[in-house]
């Protein structure tokens, strides 16, 4: 199962399924896609086993969680740098802050897009002077804050 053309129909109606809940029974979702439970639970044992269902998660509210204000950072990496491989340190250093909960690289004008989450604008300013730009690989960064979600979901488009 390493495309989207191998998930049959029932495959895309268990996944749509768990994405909506990931805790639903499987005689539950066995009623949902028309297949006994043990039908089911042989396809989520599939879907688990190719790595098509990566893991099981609570989603939190971050804002309930004492996470009130969302960041996201451009960030350059210096072209020349001190560090034998700066691209390897970022990637380390990225995996050690938990303010950090997601980073792409991207193509265009700034290396990186990271999204972070902090309790508020002092939380902010210490992890950019005390973490992000005290990072050697790091150049320069420009932030955008999150003013209101339009739009959150996990749910992939099947």
């Known amino acids: 199962m390493e495309t989207d053309s191998s998930l049959d129909a029932i495959d895309k109606r268990i996944l749509q399924a768990l994405q909506n809940n990931g805790r639903a029974t499987y ?46 950072i451009n960030v350059r990496l210096a072209k020349n740098s001190d560090t034998r491989s700066p691209v390897d340190d970022f990637a380390a250093a990225v995996q050690a802050w938990p303010e950090v909960v997601e980073c792409a ?17 002092a939380h902010y300013s210490r992890f950019i002077m005390d973490s992000l730009l005290k990072h050697p690989a790091v150049q320069d960064c420009k932030t955008s804050f999150m003013m209101r979600r339009l739009k959150g979901t996990t749910a992939l488009p099947l």
């Open 105 to 121: 690289a991207l193509t265009g004008d700034m290396d990186y897009l990271l999204r972070v989450l902090v309790r508020d604008m």
């Open 27 to 72: 005689d539950e979702l066995a009623a949902g896609v028309g297949l006994s439970a043990s039908a089911t639970l042989r396809r989520v044992k599939r879907l688990e086993e190719s790595g098509v269902i990566a893991g099981y998660v609570a989603l939190l509210a971050p804002e309930r969680v004492g996470l009130g204000l969302t960041a996201y």
